[in-house]
C-alpha cells in the first residue's frame, strides 16, 4: 500500500503514519513526502498470530480483583437488612429489586423490555461495606447499598425510560445525601434526553439525623422539586406509590402528571400521624390521613388505583401508549378499530328531556375505537369525565360533561380536574374533544366557599390557552359559562359542531322562564291557563335556543346526524392535525 503525506513532514512523522497503517491494513505500506520518488518510510505487514499467541489470549481471564467486585455487587443487590426484607412479604410487597424485574424483566411480560443500566451501585460504598478501608466491622442491620435509592435507564414497552426506586429495606426509603445526586443526576439527564420518567416511590422522607448533608443544599433534596417543575411539561413524570410517603417524599407524587397508587399499601401526606398528632391533637391513621380512597375522592391527587404490584405496572402500560416521549413529538397513534358499540344508537341514546340522565360513557364508547377509552381520575370531581382515547387510531384527550352524576353541572373539583388535564394534554401534544352536556357551573354558598370562581376560572384559562386542535360536540345543553369552559365557539376550537338534540343559551327554559316571566305568570289567576301561558314560554325559548337557530346564524359550524358523529370527528382531527395557533408574546400568563 502506497499512502502520500505533505512535504513538510518529518522522517519520524512518516514512520508513525506507516507503522499505524500496517498495523491496521495487516500490509506492508509505503509513505512518501509530497512528490518525492523514494519513499520516506516502509512498514513490514505484521506477523500474524500464531496459535501460542492465541492460546495465551485465552489464558487471560478474569482476575481476583474482577472476581471481588462482582462479589461486591452481588452484595449490594441483596438489598438492606434481611429483618426488613422478611417484612416485605407482610405487607403483599416485592423487594425493589424483585419490582424491578416485574416493571423491565421476564416477570413483566410481553414487551416488558429491559433494565438497560443502573448508576450508583456505589453509591454510600465506604460507609457499611466490609469492604471499604472506612469499615472495621460490619454491622448486618446497618446496611445501606445505593444508598436505599435505585436509578437508571429501561426499555418500559419499548419506551426508553429513566427510572427511580426507593429500597424500603434500607432505612424504609429514607432519602439521604448520595441518594439525593442520584435522584438529582436522573432527573437532569432527563432534561437532556427528552425521556420520560418512572419514580416507583416507597419513601419514609429525609434521614432526619444526617440532614445537614442534603436538607437546604443547593444541591440538595430541595432542588427534586424544581427539577420536577422544570421537567414539568417537558418530559411526561409517572409515579407509583407502594407505601406511605411522607413529608418531603410525598411532594414527588403531586408534582409528577400522573399517580398510581396501589390499595392497601399506598399513602401520602404532608406529615405522618404521629406528627399530626403533636402538632393538632388529632389521632387518625395513615390510610385515613392520606390512603388511596382520600386522594382518588377527595384531594384528586391520585390519577388511578390500582388493585396490587402487577396491576400497577399494567396501568402504567396502558397509559404510555397515548403520551409522547417529550413536548417536541406528537402522541402515538395505533391501527384504527370500529368502536365498541354502533354509531346507530348515539341518537337513541341522548333522551329527549335535557333533564333525563344518561351515561356519557355509552356515547364515548360509540364514538372512540373499541377498548380505548382510558379514563384518569374517576372518582374525583365525577360530573366531568376525563381521559385518553383513540378515534380511527388518533389520540386524543376527552373531556365530557356527565349527567349521571349532578346532572353534568360543573361542581369545583370537577373544574379543577378539567383543567388539570386540558393544560396536561396541551402540554404533549395531545388534542381535545369536548362533548358538552351541561347545566353550567354550580351555583350556591357551599360552591363559593369551595372556589367554583377560581376553580372555574382556572378551566376556561386552561381551555383559552391550549394550542392543540379542539373539537366541540354540543350533545344536548350547553347553557351558561358552560359553554366556555366547554370549548364553544369563542374559545378558538377548530369546530364547534351540534348534535341535533343540543341547545346552546344562557340558562335553561325553566329558570329562563322563571326569571323574565315570574311576575306575569304569577298574575294569571286560573292554574291551567298559568301552566299553559308557561308551557308556551318553554317552548319559544327553547326554539331560540336550538341548535338548528344557532346553525342558522353560524354560531355553530355544523349540525351532524349522530350516527355520523365518529366519522365526522375523525375527519375534522385528520384535517387540522397540523394547525398551528399563535398566542400573545408574554413570559406566561398570571392564572395558575
Known amino acids: 500500500m502506497k499512502v502520500r503525506i505533505g512535504a513538510g513532514a518529518t522522517d519520524e512523522e512518516a514512520q508513525a503514519v506507516a507503522a499505524a497503517l500496517a498495523e491496521h491494513v495487516a500490509d506492508e505500506v509505503e509513505v512518501y513526502l509530497g512528490d518525492d520518488d523514494e519513499p520516506a518510510a516502509v512498514h513490514e505487514a505484521p506477523e500474524p498470530s500464531t496459535d501460542e499467541d492465541r492460546e495465551s489470549d485465552r489464558d487471560l481471564g478474569p482476575t481476583e480483583r474482577e472476581e471481588k467486585l462482582r462479589e461486591e455487587i452481588a452484595d449490594i443487590l441483596e438489598g438492606g437488612p434481611e429483618k426488613y426484607k422478611e417484612r416485605l412479604s407482610e405487607q403483599d410487597k416485592l423487594f425493589v429489586r424483585d419490582r424491578l424485574d416485574l416493571w423491565f424483566g421476564e416477570d413483566g411480560g410481553d414487551g416488558a423490555g429491559d433494565l438497560l443500566f443502573e448508576d450508583g451501585k456505589f453509591a454510600n460504598f465506604d460507609s457499611w461495606h466490609p469492604d471499604s478501608p472506612d469499615v472495621d466491622e460490619a454491622d448486618p442491620d446497618n446496611r445501606l447499598p445505593a444508598d436505599g435509592l435505585i436509578t437508571g435507564a429501561a426499555d418500559f414497552e419499548g419506551r426508553d425510560v429513566h427510572f427511580m426506586a426507593n429500597d424500603f429495606t434500607v432505612k424504609a426509603g429514607s432519602m439521604a445525601e448520595r441518594g439525593v445526586e442520584k435522584f438529582l443526576r436522573m432527573q437532569e439527564r432527563a432534561l437532556k434526553t427528552g425521556k420520560p420518567v418512572l419514580y416507583l416511590m416507597d419513601s419514609s422522607g429525609g434521614r432526619i439525623d444526617q440532614q445537614s448533608g442534603f436538607f437546604a443544599n443547593r444541591e440538595g433534596i430541595g432542588k427534586y422539586y424544581f427539577n420536577h417543575s422544570r421537567l414539568s411539561g417537558r418530559v411526561p413524570q409517572i409515579c407509583v406509590l407502594y407505601g406511605p410517603c411522607i413529608a418531603g417524599a410525598a411532594y414527588t407524587p403531586v408534582f409528577a402528571d400522573f399517580t398510581v397508587m396501589v390499595e392497601g399499601m399506598s399513602a401520602m401526606a404532608i406529615a405522618s400521624p404521629r406528627m399530626v398528632k403533636m402538632v393538632t391533637g388529632e389521632e387518625i391513621e395513615m390510610q385515613d390521613l392520606g390512603g388511596p380512597d382520600v386522594h382518588a375522592r377527595e384531594s384528586g391527587s391520585a390519577d388511578l388505583v390500582a388493585r396490587d404490584e402487577e396491576h400497577a405496572r399494567e396501568l402504567v402500560a396502558n397509559l404510555v401508549q397515548y403520551l409522547p416521549d417529550n413536548s417536541d413529538e406528537k402522541p402515538p397513534n395505533q391501527p384504527a378499530k370500529p368502536p365498541a358499540k354502533p354509531t346507530e344508537g348515539i341518537d337513541g341514546l341522548i333522551p329527549e328531556s335535557p333533564n333525563r340522565a344518561y351515561d356519557m360513557r355509552d356515547l364515548i364508547e360509540r364514538v372512540v375505537d373499541a377498548g380505548s377509552f382510558f379514563e384518569l381520575k374517576p372518582e374525583f370531581g365525577p360530573e366531568i369525565l376525563t381521559g385518553y382515547a383513540r378515534i380511527d387510531g388518533r389520540t386524543v384527550g376527552i373531556v365530557a360533561n356527565q349527567p349521571t352524576e349532578r346532572a353534568g353541572a360543573i361542581f369545583p373539583d370537577a373544574a379543577e380536574k378539567a383543567a ?59 347553557y351558561g359559562a358552560g359553554i366556555y369552559a366547554m370549548s364553544g365557539p369563542a374559545y378558538d376550537p377548530e369546530s364547534t359542531i351540534a348534535l341535533p338534540s343540543g341547545e346552546i343559551g344562557i340558562m335553561g327554559p325553566e329558570a329562563a322562564i322563571n326569571a323574565v316571566y315570574a311576575n306575569k305568570l304569577d298574575a294569571i289567576d286560573d292554574p291551567e291557563e298559568r301552566a299553559q301561558r308557561e308551557q308556551e314560554l318553554r317552548e319559544e325559548y327553547r326554539r331560540d335556543i336550538d341548535v338548528h337557530r344557532m346553525a342558522s346564524e353560524t354560531v355553530i359550524d355544523e349540525i351532524v346526524p349522530p350516527s355520523d358523529l365518529r366519522a365526522e370527528l375523525a375527519a375534522r382531527f385528520d384535517f387540522y392535525e397540523d394547525v398551528e395557533k399563535d398566542r400573545p408574546s408574554k413570559k406566561h400568563g398570571t392564572i395558575l
Not at 370562581?453 to 378551566?459: D, F, S, T, V
Request: aromatic letters at 10%; a positive charge.
Open 420 to 478: 388539570e388535564f386540558v393544560w396536561k394534554s396541551d402540554a404533549y401534544n395531545i388534542p381535545l374533544l369536548y362533548l358538552c352536556d351541561t347545566p353550567g357551573f354550580m351555583a350556591g354558598s357551599q360552591v363559593e366557599k369551595d372556589a367554583i370562581l377560581e376553580k372555574g376560572k382556572k378551566m376556561i384559562y386552561a381551555t383559552s390557552e391550549a394550542t392543540v386542535p379542539k373539537q366541540s360536540v354540543v350533545v344536548r345543553k350547553a
